[in-house]
């Protein structure tokens, strides 16, 4: 008889099971649920047949529901005397999320997506039965969580963070220029800096035709998008990419995401304590700042409130303009 794979590994092979990123892989599984014979199935037609909460679809997703897993495991394996998937039950899972207690409630929601990813993936793999069960859909966290969305530096300090000359000065313009994540600044070449040429046009409020240059990046889940590049910021972009040829790597930042944050995070943390501030690792903070300098930007250039709120959520963080929830977290946050 084989040795028994451990509970990590089988979470693992499991979640290896409902990932789609590959194509496939992912053909065949469509046609095998719908009774269709499709030579190539993309991920968007695989989402439009309505399961798409069975699946993984990207990177970053199976990243992040790997790392939740080890610390589920890792419970699993301090607290009950259990080897297999189909030992887990709904009341561990309950009692997982209550050692939760002082995260935010967006935290407490990417655990509670992590157990309905592996509960479902061990379904599919072993055939066990789902622990993810309604009664913990339904466990509470509103009266317990709170999420605090308020900026923790203001504008005066972001800049005293940005004219620190460290060595991530570059990296830390570039996220408060531009709002982008640090795991989008990983890959940023010379080329992707549009000064010149394909820029993005927007029409203003008195019909004036507005032109920006752009820097090329690649978002969540490989989404190519153009974020503007703001006149103030233009001067800083071309300094970056002089002398560069065109495949260079703007930031030397470790490739993978989780090291480039913690780099970045780190590198924040020491500048902040340098200068007296509040020491915090947050990457966000430049995010956010930016957003709010763009939506003024574009009001004091005589656009509607509701035109510069949506350019900014589309064009700024290349989500849809009409999502209310990043309005408050990124614009008056």
Not at 6 to 24: D, F, V, W
Not at 25 to 47: A, D, L, P
Not at 219 to 248: C, H, T, W
Request: aromatic residues 10%; glycine residues 6%.
């Amino acid at each position: 008889m084989g040795k028994v794979k451990t509970l990590g590994y089988q979470i693992h092979t499991a979640l290896s099971e409902i990932n789609m990123q590959n194509q496939e892989k992912r053909t065949e599984i469509y046609n095998r649920e719908n009774h269709t014979h499709f030579q190539s199935v993309g991920k968007r037609e695989f989402k439009r047949n309505g399961t798409s909460i069975n699946y993984i679809f990207s990177q970053r997703s199976a990243q992040n529901l790997a790392e939740k897993s080890k610390n589920f495991v890792k419970f699993l394996k301090e607290n009950y005397n259990i080897k297999m998937v189909k030992q887990i039950t709904p009341q561990m899972c309950l009692e997982y999320l209550n050692t939760k207690q002082g995260c935010s409630k967006k935290t407490v929601s990417a655990y509670k997506n992590m157990l309905e990813k592996v509960s479902i993936a061990c379904s599919k793999k072993f055939g066990c039965e789902q622990f993810y069960t309604q009664e913990v859909r339904a466990h509470k966290v509103e009266d317990t969580y709170k999420t605090n969305s308020a900026r923790t530096y203001t504008n005066t300090e972001i800049m005293q963070i940005c004219d620190y000359k460290g060595s991530r000065q570059n990296e830390i313009k570039a996220m408060a220029f531009l709002g982008c994540r640090v795991f989008e600044l990983i890959n940023i070449k010379a080329e992707d800096i549009n000064l010149d040429t394909h820029t993005y046009t927007t029409t203003a409020k008195d019909g004036r035709i507005d032109t920006y240059s752009t820097v090329h990046i690649v978002g969540k889940g490989g989404k190519d998008s153009y974020r503007v590049i703001l006149p103030q910021y233009r001067e800083f972009f071309a300094e970056l990419i002089k002398g560069k040829n065109p495949n260079d790597r703007l930031f030397d930042l470790p490739k993978g995401t989780k090291l480039a944050r913690l780099t970045m995070s780190n590198e924040i943390r020491k500048i902040t304590k340098e200068l007296g501030l509040t020491v915090s690792g947050k990457n966000h903070e430049f995010r956010k700042y930016h957003c709010q300098i763009a939506l003024q930007y574009y009001l004091d250039k005589g656009w509607s409130k509701e035109k510069a709120e949506s350019m900014v959520i589309q064009r700024h963080l290349s989500h849809s303009g009409d999502r209310n929830d990043l309005k408050q977290i990124y614009l008056y946050g």
